[in-house]
Structures are given as structure tokens and as C-alpha cells.
């Protein structure tokens, strides 16, 4: 099933027609309404005629974080305080919010990228929509509930926290759909398990999961514990909110709506855009934006894109799932590492739920690194020679995957503390401005 076939099966110079046309006329809007991207443009040289050809993109200057930080809040918007109709800003897990407008088409446009997803997965007007992600300026909840309303489903606006309540509305009003962040999933299905709720007293069939990174084994734990297809959905505040590519479980990755958001891959450090196939820092532009539109917008998010055709029929471009961002790595002991290398360590070793924290940290100039993951229910932390072998594999396996050793504590199940949104899962308190 298909929400816009038209568009999400177009012939590949169909789609290549319509995203030249509407770039053209994104740039020669931005540079005519935002003066900070127009004096970019004369800085650079180009003017919106020279954008001829899909590859003419490539004259144009980047936009980045700080373009949002200097010119906080509105400063990027394009369209008229009166034709703005919604606000969000972005969770601010990086930095100083980032402040989104939105016209009525801006809207319009987000819950048709949103419908295509929930189409994908399975959801049609029959069905029960569950939002648990957080209502509000993050554009978790809105996102979702947009989606779900334009394809005529019944949505029901939960948002985060109270997982006893999430279960007695997903079990009573027999939600089809889960959407949330992939850890709030998971503590969702461990607090299903532990009320002796299997899949088949569950109705859900799909989940649409995103908002941060996870692993293919968060996803076959929460698949499992709930008997559902996990979807992976991914956005972000500054070019909409969730929506902007959308898994469709028939082939790898996250089918982007092209017709509204134009990607590229680059190399963050020579800012080259690379082919298909190599992982680099995302670049987005709008297309169909008029509340503020990006271009050239760079994500930070690290993944690459394919071109191959999809066993789902679909032919518009796919991402990656992500790997991380270039801005959550951290250099520990002079090592490059991403939380996501560990996740995928966890991931491989049965005993360990994948609930962990990573604390940094500095004694006597000496980089400190301490993971602290839960173990399993039903297994205890008492038992010294089961816990001392698991912790030699699970060093070892880190130590394989990172090449730098870390400390590590179990805690028993259900001990770190979970909060509904985006994970929190790094504790880093070097300080280097000192
Ligand atoms: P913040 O940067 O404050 O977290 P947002 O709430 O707008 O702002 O979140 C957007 C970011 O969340 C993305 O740039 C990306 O890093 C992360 N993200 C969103 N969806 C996914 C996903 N499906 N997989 C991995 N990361 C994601
Ligand atoms: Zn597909």
C-alpha cells in the first residue's frame, strides 16, 4: 500500500524534474526573504539563476547549527509572522534550542511525509494511533499525531512518562501503532512483560520509532517482547520533525521524501559530497518549505544513501539508519568513540539489557570511562563468579570493538532511570576549558 503512489513510485526523471523545479524556486525565495542566507549567496558568488541542474546545488553555501545559534529565534524564518501558524524548537540535546515556524502548508506537507510512513506500516483509517512521544515544542508528538490524523486513523494523544496508564490505553482501546522513541519502546514491552502481557494480548501490530539512534538489536527486543514490524522514522526541528524518511521493512534503510527534502552526503572535513554507499554528514535542503526553509542544511547525523531500487516498489532515494552524530563522539584516552559502537557490543551479549549509561570523566588528567549496563532480568548481581566471567567478556568484546579498555558495572534490571523521551546516554564531566 501506498499513500502517494504518484510520487513515491515516480520515474526517477519524473522525481528529478519536480525537485530541480521546486529548488529553483526554494532558493530564489530564501534569497529574496531571508537577508543572512542572501548576503551567504553574494558571499559565495551564486545568484538563484545559476541553479540550472539538480547538480547546481552544489554552488550553494552550507547552513549550519551556528546559522541558528547567531540568528536565534526567528531570524531564519521566511514567511510573514501572520502566515506563521505553529512553533516547535528542537529538544536541545546539542546546544541552544532551535526555533521552527510553520505555515499551514509547512503543516499540511509534514502530516502527508508523516501518512506516507504510517502507510508503509501497515496503517490505514481503521486504525488506532498511540502517540508516546513528548507533546509540546519537541516535534515528537505533533509529528506523529499530524501523520496519523491525515490518514484518518484514530489518534490518541498519550504523550511520555505513566507507563502503567500507556499499557491500559494500548491494551483497551486496542492501539495498531506505537509511535515513541525506541528506548521508551523498550521500557514500554519490559514493563508489558513484567504486567504478564504478551503479543497476543496486545493488538499493535507496527511501531514507528525514532527521534535518536538505535541498533538492529534494539529493534528485534522491542520487535519480539511487543510482536510487532519496528518502523524507524527520522527527522529533525530545524527541516520539520520526524517524517523526513520513513523505513519501510521490505528493504534496508529509510525511504526520504524527496519531493520536499533533498539530501546529499558530504565529508564533514573537506565538505566533498561523496557517491552512494559512503557514510558521511547528512545535508538537507527544503524543497517545499515556506515558514523556514533550509538549504544545504548540515544535519551532523552521519549515514550514506542508496539509489537501488526497493523490494517495496518504491523508488525515491534511501538512508541509512544513523550511525551517530559527528557531535556525540567522544575522544576518550585519544580514541574516537560512538556511543552507537557500544550499543552494538551490548547488543551481542544475551545477559545485558540494552539500558546502559556511558559516564567520561577526568582524574589527575587521565581520561575516565565507566560503562554501567543493566543486566538481564532474572539474573543476579550476586552471584560474583557469574558476574566476574560476564565482565571479562563483555571488556574484552569493548575493548575489541573500541581498542581502549572501560570499567564496567552491571545493575539489576530496572535501575537506571528511564524518561520517556530521548535517552539520556552519555555523562560526560571533563571539563577542557580550564
Ligand atoms: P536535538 O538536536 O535537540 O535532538 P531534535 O529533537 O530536532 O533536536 O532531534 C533531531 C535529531 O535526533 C536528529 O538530528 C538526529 O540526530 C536524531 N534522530 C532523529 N530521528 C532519528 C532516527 N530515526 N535515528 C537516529 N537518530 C535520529
Ligand atoms: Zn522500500
Redesign the pocket.
Known amino acids: 500500500m501506498y499513500w502517494n503512489k504518484k510520487i513515491e513510485c515516480a520515474d526517477r526523471s519524473d522525481m528529478r524534474r519536480l525537485q530541480l523545479t521546486r529548488l529553483r524556486e526554494e532558493v530564489a525565495y530564501e534569497y529574496d526573504r531571508v537577508p543572512v542566507y542572501r548576503k551567504k549567496m553574494d558571499e559565495a558568488g551564486v545568484k538563484p539563476e545559476d541553479i540550472q541542474t539538480l547538480e547546481d546545488i552544489q554552488k550553494l553555501p552550507f547552513m549550519t547549527k551556528e546559522d541558528f545559534a547567531e540568528n536565534y529565534p526567528t531570524g531564519l524564518f521566511a514567511a510573514d509572522q501572520k502566515d506563521i501558524v505553529r512553533i516547535h524548537a528542537?529538544?536541545?540535546?546539542?546546544?541552544k534550542?532551535?526555533v521552527a515556524g510553520y505555515t499551514r502548508r509547512d503543516l499540511a506537507d509534514w502530516g502527508e511525509a508523516v501518512a506516507r510512513g504510517m502507510t508503509m506500516a501497515g496503517q490505514d483509517e481503521n486504525s488506532v494511533i498511540h502517540v508516546s512521544y513528548g507533546y509540546g515544542l519537541?516535534?515528537?508528538g505533533l509529528g506523529a499525531h499530524i501523520g496519523g490524523e491525515t490518514i484518518g486513523a484514530t489518534v490518541i494523544p498519550m504523550s511520555s512518562g505513566n507507563t502503567k496508564k500507556q499499557l491500559t490505553f494500548l491494551t483497551d482501546l486496542k492501539s495498531t501503532m506505537l509511535c515513541c522513541t525506541p528506548s521508551y519502546a523498550l521500557t514500554i514491552a519490559e514493563a508489558a512483560q513484567k504486567a504478564g502481557l504478551g503479543p497476543d494480548d496486545i493488538a499493535l501490530q507496527a511501531g514507528l520509532?525514532?527521534?535518536?539512534?538505535?541498533t538492529q538489536a534494539m529493534r528485534e527486543d522491542i520487535e519480539s517482547m511487543l510482536g510487532i514490524e519496528a518502523h524507524?522514522?527520522?527527522?529533525?526541528?530545524?527541516v520539520t520533525?520526524?517524517g523526513v524518511?520513513i523505513s519501510c521493512g521490505k528493504g534496508e534503510g529509510?525511504h526520504i521524501s524527496e519531493d520536499l527534502f533533498y539530501p546529499e552526503i558530504i565529508d564533514p572535513k573537506t565538505l566533498e559530497v561523496l557517491p552512494d554507499g559512503e557514510r558521511g554528514e547528512l545535508v538537507l535542503t527544503t524543497l517545499h518549505k515556506q515558514g523556514m526553509p533550509v538549504i544545504r542544511y548540515r544535519?551532523?547525523?552521519i549515514c550514506y544513501l542508496t539509489h537501488e531500487k526497493c523490494a517495496c516498489g518504491r523508488t525515491t532515494v534511501r538512508m541509512s539508519?544513523?550511525f551517530g552524530?559527528t557531535d556525540?563522539m567522544l575522544i576518550i584516552k585519544g580514541v574516537n568513540v560512538f556511543p552507537s559502537q557500544i550499543e552494538t557490543v551490548i547488543g551481542t551479549i544475551d545477559e545485558l539489557t540494552l539500558n546502559y549509561k556511558i559516564l567520561v570523566g577526568r582524574v589527575r588528567d587521565r581520561d575516565t570511562f565507566e560503562l554501567q549496563v543493566e543486566l538481564a532480568e532474572g539474573l543476579e548481581i550476586e552471584d560474583i563468579a557469574f558476574v566476574e566471567a560476564l565482565r571479562e567478556k563483555v571488556s574484552h568484546a569493548l575493548r575489541e570493538m573500541l581498542g581502549i579498555g572501560c570499567k564496567i558495572r552491571f545493575l539489576s534490571a530496572g535501575t537506571l532511570p528511564r524518561n520517556g523521551g530521548?535517552a539520556v546516554r552519555v555523562e560526560d564531566t571533563r571539563n577542557f576549558n580550564d
Request: hydrophobic share 25%.
Open positions: 528542537s529538544s536541545g540535546t546539542t546546544g534550542p532551535k519537541f516535534t515528537g520509532f525514532g527521534a535518536e539512534p538505535w524507524d522514522i527520522y527527522g529533525l526541528t530545524e520533525g520526524p524518511a529509510m544535519t551532523r547525523d539508519r544513523i552524530r556525540d530521548k
